[in-house]
């Protein structure tokens, strides 16, 4: 079975709480999907709303997430002959262990995958990807930073992925760090990283020292190029 998941959140800080899920798992001969709101104690941001358009009005009296039909069917299947699939699959299972839930199936990470697989994409984010690889023309509805829709956009990408690499191939890449190239942000977007370390070296150290979300292989790929 492989299971495409998408979480919405409260906000992005270390203390902030799942407010949706979204799931769909495919099977041999079914599908199954859920999406389900849910309330762990944690007001939504206002900047949070802002981008997944979940209010507090719109949680008040919702269960909390092992409550929910999504959490118990997780539960349920989380085994090694399992594949879960997100993107940005680590944040995914940071929120997830918060709340007491290990994974302990297989997972991909088509975040990553894609970074390995289609490296000439400027932008890596799923919504950027559902325009430029056209799978929006898949979609029978586009609802953007809905969880469930995402899970269903994650399946598509997914897909998409499928014919350049084998399944197992794609669990391989997931686990495998990327080489980034150039920066598609800041001052020196469009740059190459390799060129910055020579002319700003210390702009890259200020990077490692000061953002401490940036991306995991962003901050594999500045440290491969800083000739320490």
């Not at 941001?45 to 997944?52: D, L, R, T």
């Not at 092992?66 to 699939?85: H, V």
Request: glycine share 4%; charged share 30%.
């Amino acid at each position: 079975m492989l299971i495409f998941l998408d979480l919405e959140t409260t906000g992005l800080e270390s203390s902030d709480k799942i407010c949706s899920i979204g799931i769909v798992a495919v099977g041999e001969d079914e599908i199954f999907s859920k999406y389900e709101l849910v309330n762990e104690g944690k007001k939504i941001s206002s900047k949070a709303s802002s981008i997944n358009n979940i209010t507090n009005e719109m949680i008040k009296g919702k269960s909390a997430l092992k409550e929910s039909e999504a959490w118990k069917f997780l539960e349920n299947n989380n085994n090694e002959d399992i594949t879960l699939i997100a993107h940005n699959i680590n944040f995914d299972l940071k929120m997830f262990l918060a709340c007491g839930f290990v994974w302990q199936g297989k997972i991909i990470d088509t975040l990553r995958v894609t970074k390995h697989l289609i490296p000439e994409c400027e932008y890596f984010s799923l919504q950027f990807l559902r325009y430029e690889l056209k799978l929006y023309k898949q979609e029978s509805e586009i609802t953007p930073h809905n969880a469930l829709s995402d899970a269903f956009l994650v399946k598509l990408l997914y897909e998409y992925l499928l014919d350049i690499a084998t399944h197992e191939k794609l669990i391989e890449l997931t686990h495998k760090k990327v080489v980034i190239e150039k920066f598609n942000f800041g001052k020196y977007s469009g740059r190459y990283i390799e060129e910055i370390s020579i002319c700003d070296r210390g702009y890259l150290e200020w990077i490692l020292a000061n953002i401490t979300d940036l991306d995991e292989d962003l901050k594999y790929s500045i440290k491969k190029h800083l000739p320490f």
